[in-house]
Nanobody, 128 residues
Framework: QVHLVESGGGLVQSGGSLKLSCQTN????????IGWFRQAPGKEREALSC????????YSVDSVEGRFTISRDAVKNTVDLQMNSLKPEDTGVYYC?????????????????????WGQGTQVTISP
C-alpha cells in the first residue's frame, strides 16, 4: 500500500527557509519514484524535484536548483525538501507523489502525469 503524508508547511518571510517532509512506508520508499510538486493559486501543478529508489539519484527543475534540495532518509522512510531563500512566488500547496514506473531506470521523471499516488498536500505561504 502506498503511503504519502506531507508535513512541515507554514508561513515564513521572504528569504526564509522551510523543510518539508514526506512520510512514506518501506514499500513506497524502496520501490517507487518519489517527487515533490507545487501548485500555486490559479496555476497548474508543477514539478520541483524527484528521487529514484534505484540509486538514490535526485533531479530538480532549473527554477529551484540551488535553493531547494531533495533528500532521502532510509531510516525514517522520508523524502524531505529543504527550501532556502524562499520568495513570495514559492507560495502554494506542496505535494509529494509517487509512481512505480514501467521499467527500471535511475532517472525519475519531473512530470506530474507520471505520478499516480499523491499526498494530501501542505500549505506554504511566503510573505513579502
Amino acid at each position: 500500500q502506498v503511503h504519502l503524508v506531507e508535513s512541515g508547511g507554514g508561513l515564513v518571510q521572504s528569504g526564509g527557509s522551510l523543510k518539508l517532509s514526506c512520510q512514506t512506508n518501506s514499500a513506497t520508499f524502496n520501490y517507487m519514484y518519489i517527487g515533490w510538486f507545487r501548485q500555486a493559486p490559479g496555476k497548474e501543478r508543477e514539478a520541483l524535484s524527484c528521487t529514484s529508489h534505484t540509486d538514490g539519484s535526485t533531479y530538480s527543475v532549473d527554477s529551484v536548483e540551488g535553493r531547494f534540495t531533495i533528500s532521502r532518509d532510509a531510516v525514517k522512510n522520508t523524502v524531505d525538501l529543504q527550501m532556502n531563500s524562499l520568495k513570495p512566488e514559492d507560495t502554494g500547496v506542496y505535494y509529494c507523489a509517487a509512481y512505480r514506473g514501467a521499467y527500471y531506470s535511475n532517472q525519475c521523471k519531473l512530470d506530474a502525469r507520471e505520478y499516480d499516488h499523491w499526498g494530501q498536500g501542505t500549505q506554504v505561504t511566503i510573505s513579502p
